[in-house]
């Protein structure tokens, strides 16, 4: 037996000086205005587009060039490709852009790594076989046939809100980055380049020979199959038949991207913010227009700059940093009026959005109140950031504070009101679930909807439980519902954004024991069953993010601490204290604490896009783990 525990258990000694160490290895974190804001890290992809876009845009830094191929080539993986996340096999897409990133830095094609590169690319089918975004990029510089680009007519900008397809039944991500794309798809600029940068050795026979159609499936009668075919036939419409509306067309999508391109960026994410200022850029704009160095401006500030390496991040992340840490602090028995987080919440009530955004389309009578996931996104609050600040701000004491509850209720009013009608929640709109929409060939990443998933209903009940709602609540009742209805045969809830069903099932199982649930009901009973069920050896849990593409993943992967705090979370919730299950992963997560009070994940930990874009919050193995901990020792 250990002398810093009893029986299996840690004793109150030693959980007091991991909390206590952990707290001021937080705290330490915590920016002057109030905020906590840790590293998102994404795939080698961002850093490749953003070689191409100073490429387009006519300003080559070399010296910065130089830095993001030293990053591109300390990410090539040995078979010579680049992947979406540490562990999983190599993406063409990803060594596609790469390849080329690389090329328009200088790099030559016969050069060892590129060699690899190219022979990695031309395994896997060639160019031809890379995503469709990918396909768009190398069109913007000559080096794919505009012909094999999913046509997407300026003209969808005018189409009625009655009218199936239009702007406002896909994702917000999907329609800040369509918008620009529309303009740019219209115009097909092309980039001139070195002709030493051409891609034409990456075409399987050659590129004249190249095959560049879509393939059908073998299920004739599909709806891919149906989008495929109306692809095929739209080119020719664009091309000889009048169109009257075309340059109105043009004109209503730069009329609506400006609008939204305040500070923060274009939807506040670095796809959008790149296609905004390259349609600038093609449309005659110049460096100095107000919104062209707004637009530049953000997009360098989510580059991380070493000594001799740079990348890109996708976006910032402070408001969702700031609530989680928030959260973990006051649960791991921080006083809820120490003035740090005294601080941070005077710096969230002044991040409360309260203009009306997209969402208002779809709830048009519902006021503003809700928060976004970076520093500015005005347009685009999102619920499962609203939901963990109001949670924060429930738990901290601000004595004094007239806005304080206003700003609470208000935050309220507008989380509650973007519950679709199935019960659940959606990220940053309500009822997006034309989910025949995924099939066209535009969408073949998967994601163009943000229909409501299960982690967010579990982050919904747990708000209204925090706010001191009961199960006969009508949001918590429909919630419920949804919960119970998406619940897989295994016991667990799939988690759209984080890695995996680990992530779902910790969000249902806090939810359920917020407001109040059944500990003893049979769907929850199978939830902790399998939790415990994946528990590894160690002690800890993990789940790989391949767990997306195949589901017989589900909980499967090495330990790590972000992802042991959430099975533990989860299981305290459920009045699993006195489990050995919760006693080992307490235990993993003592013994694996590094000597300055924080952890570190050895994988990645977060889903930008199930399957196709993933992420690693670097300060997820900071409070998770320390929110664990304090939940823990208040059952003692």
Known sequence: MSPETTGDRPTVQVLEEAIRRAQEYLLNLQHAEGYWLGELEADSTLTS???????????????????????????QLPDGGWDLFPGSPSDISA?????????????????????????????????????????????????????????MPVEIMLLPRWSYFNLYEVSYWSRTVIVPLLVLMDLKPVCPIPPEAALDELYIPSRAAADLRFPLTDELLSWKNFFIGLDTVLPGLERWAPRPFRARARQQALAWMLTRMGPGGLGGIYPAMASAVMT????????????????LKEIELLGIEEADRFHLQPCLSPVWDTSLAMNALVESGLAPDDPALGTATTWLLQEQILRRGDWQVKRPNLPAGGWPFQFRNDFYPDTDDSAMVLMALKKVQMPGRTNYQQAIDRGLTWFLGMQSENGGWGSFDAGNVRFVLNHIPFADHGALLDPPTEDLAGRGLETLGTCGESPVHPEAARALAFIKETQCANGSWYGRWGANYIYGTWSVLRGLGAIGEDFNAPYVRRAVRWLEGCQNADGGWGETLLSYTDPALAGKGESMPSQTAWALLGLLAVGEARSSAVAMGIRYLLETKR??????????????????????????????????????????
């Open 595 to 636: 000597p300055d009070g924080s952890w570190d994940d050895a994988f990645w930990n977060g889903t930008g896009f199930p399957r196709v874009f993933f992420l690693k919050y670097h300060l997820y193995p900071v409070y998770f783990p320390l929110w664990a901990l304090g939940v823990y020792r208040s059952t003692l």
């Open 95 to 151: 060594t596609v852009k790469g390849y080329f990133a690389l090329k328009l830095v200088g790099h030559s094609a016969d050069e060892p790594f590129m060699l690899r590169a190219r022979e990695n690319i031309l395994a896997k089918g060639g160019v031809t076989k890379v995503n469709v975004f990918t396909k768009i990029a190398l069109a913007l510089f000559g080096q794919y046939d505009w012909q094999g680009v999913p046509t």
């Open 280 to 295: 600038l850029h093609t449309l005659g704009y110049s460096e100095d227009h107000p919104k062209m160095a707004e637009g």
């Open 49 to 75: 587009e953003y070689i191409m876009l100073r490429h387009f845009l006519d300003r080559v830094d070399r010296d910065r060039e130089r830095k993001a191929a030293n990053y591109l080539r300390a990410k």
